[in-house]
């Protein structure tokens, strides 16, 4: 089997990546009936399947970040235009709510990940991590649906500034956590060295208030640097009992899954892949960086589902606890080219977005778009 001749899976060392004071909450990750029986033994099925039950949306220039609405309705980041469209999750069409300024597209940066503010209901705030002409930040702005289409986005309110830009590894992946705490993956911008600098924001998840200061529960006092030695982090996913996993870009060797575990040394530049060193943290799943390149991933169900963009392929890696309890499987190979950003929709499925127009891929008529898709 493909999954079996080309990948290699190893278990995370001790440690669970609980989230520090995370208090458990309804919706928030507490730990259920399932999760638990899935730690004491049970997993996922070793094989699942994931079926693209429609294309929801065509046409969307150099696509990155994606943010559900409350009311179903999709916001998709565009990389090189700094624009945020609105898809109509039910009809496909597409609105730009206007430009984030400050947005400097170079290479790999741009406007990147998005997320909706945990007061979203009643502030009305998107948090989104771009590249500025001088760095990459985290920045909010209002979206006020009672503005004329493309004037809809407010001036951006700076959160977080001086993450290290480059033409390449600019990491920008932002979600709030079930702790409601903002976390982003950041990338080393081709300085190899800051990965391992704690000083530095490159090379990183960090984890942050709403209003960008160092967490409450940080493992280093004073920092936002959550855990390091990290290459380019571009997907962070928390399972049922709020342990979260990201995606990170190999080099030559290995592309990496990881269960991140508070002040954890991921091990770049010294090592890729699977160590077994004293103080390095392994993968839970790694991939021959021709067979991944993995960017967003989701969970669902006991499952990472991970894109893959030079893999132009969706992984799926079943999970008990912070292991993978089977070989990671692979759908859609080849079949809609780069994959950029996948996201939960609710019951059994996820949001899928192609990459074919970010200048490394080969777009097709109706490039790029949003897929939704059926799992299990």
Known sequence: MLAAALLSVAGCSSGDGTLPGAAPTAGAGVPSATASARDAGSAPPAKGSARVLRTVAEGLRSPWGLAALP????????????????????TG??????????????G?????????????????MVYAYF??????????????????????????DTV??????????NGGRIAFGPDGMLY???????????????????GKILRMTPDGEPAPGNPFPGSVVYSYGHRNVQGLAWDDRQRLFASEFGQDTWDELNAIRPGGDYGW?????????????DPVAQWHTDDASPSGIAYVDGVIWMAGLKGERLWRVPLRGTSASAAPQAFLSREYGRLRTVAPAGAGRI??????????????????????????
């Not at 741009?110 to 997320?115: D, E, V």
């Open 108 to 124: 790999e940066g741009g406007l990147l990940g998005l997320a909706l503010s945990p007061d979203y209901a009643s502030d009305h």
């Open 184 to 202: 982003a993956g950041t990338g080393e911008s081709g300085q190899r060295g800051l990965a391992q600098d704690r000083k530095s924001l490159g």
């Open 351 to 376: 949001w899928l977005v192609t990459s074919n127009t970010d200048g490394r891929g080969t777009p097709k008529k109706g490039d790029d778009r949003v897929l939704e898709v059926r799992v299990r």
């Open 269 to 281: 530049p010294r090592t890729e892949g699977k160590a077994a060193e004293a103080g390095l943290r």
């Open 93 to 106: 069409k597409k609105t730009v709510l206007g430009t984030v300024s400050g947005v400097a597209p170079d």
């Open 160 to 169: 977080f500034k001086g993450i290290p830009k480059g033409v390449i590894h």
């Open 71 to 90: 009311g179903g309705d999709l916001l998709v980041s565009s990389r090189d235009d700094g624009t945020i469209t609105r898809v109509d999750e039910g």
């Open 131 to 156: 590249t500025s002409a001088s760095d990459n930040r985290i920045v909010r702005v209002l979206y006020d649906e009672r503005k004329p289409a493309g004037e809809q986005l407010g001036a951006p």
